[in-house]
């Protein structure tokens, strides 16, 4: 069963950081792509970045960040934990939502965890 379990959530100052964890099961997380999205409040879901393998090599990968978290947020895993990480650098309240790891880039992602509720606030 493919499980994904997202933590490390919580309430940040503006411009604080923040580091996501998601811990895979099921699959692993070097062999296919693994996306990071939110949902802010009253929102629909937020591409923010994602992590795609090398065909043929999964130690290889190329990385791809929205607009809105380029140079602030960083997708990186750990495969021997079968864990993906979302470094969050300078948060802003617009960063304020439910983080989702999500398997794939599938449009709606929908293979995706539970989430964690991040919130800038003072």
């Known amino acids: 069963e493919v499980q994904l379990v997202e933590s490390g959530g919580g309430v940040v100052p503006p411009g604080g950081s923040l580091r996501l964890s998601c811990e895979a099961s099921g699959f692993a997380v070097n062999r296919g792509a693994m996306s990071w999205v939110r949902q802010a409040p009253g929102k629909g879901l937020e591409w923010l970045t994602s992590?795609?393998?090398?065909?043929?090599?999964?130690?290889?990968?190329?990385?791809d960040s929205a607009d809105s978290v380029k140079g602030r947020f960083l997708i990186s895993r750990d495969s021997a934990k079968n864990m993906v990480f979302l470094q969050m650098n300078d948060l802003q309240y617009e960063d304020t939502g439910v983080y989702f790891c999500?398997?794939?880039?599938?449009?709606?992602?929908?293979?995706r965890g539970q989430g964690t509720q991040v919130t800038v606030s003072p």
């Open positions: 992590m795609i393998p090398f065909p043929g090599d999964p130690t290889k990968f190329t990385r």
């Open positions: 999500a398997r794939g880039t599938t449009e709606g992602f929908p293979v």
